[in-house]
Nanobody, 127 residues
Framework: QVQVVESGGGLVQPGGSLKLSCTYP????????IAWFRQAPGKAREGVSG????????GYADSVKGRFTVSRDNAKNTVHLQMTSLKPEDTAVYYC????????????????????WGQGTQVTVSS
């Protein structure tokens, strides 16, 4: 069973920053598209950002553009999500997911496209 593992969540004040990390098994997921999703209580799972296997193609949800930055370091088997200017509405459980393709498709924010999921990390934005 392939595991992807998220870390870096926590409590932060509005306007603050957090950096999430997603680690994955090397040699397999170096060739996979990785995406970040989030799910708030009572809401559907939402695609936040996606990145292709090379890190050259990236997508963001409109709600996080200009505030979140995704990056990938295959040498360290890690994808990061740098979150800045956080808002209370960013509060959610954040998940890392992997899809068995090298390219980032226009459907990258569809959860059904992803095979492997982490357990999630809680991000709470509150004063």
């Amino acid at each position: 069973q392939v595991q992807v593992v998220e870390s870096g969540g926590g409590l932060v004040q509005p306007g603050g920053s957090l950096k999430l990390s997603c680690t994955y098994p090397r040699s397999l997921l170096d060739y996979y598209t990785i995406a970040w999703f989030r799910q708030a209580p009572g809401k559907a799972r939402e695609g936040v950002s996606g990145i292709d296997s090379s890190g050259g193609s990236i997508g963001y949800a409109d709600s996080v553009k200009g505030r979140f930055t995704v990056s990938r370091d295959n040498a360290k088997n890690t994808v990061h999500l740098q979150m800045t200017s956080l808002k209370p509405e960013d509060t959610a459980v954040y998940y890392c997911a992997a899809a068995a393709r090298t390219s980032l498709l226009s459907s990258w924010s569809n959860p059904d496209e992803y095979t492997y999921w982490g357990q999630g990390t809680q991000v709470t934005v509150s004063s």
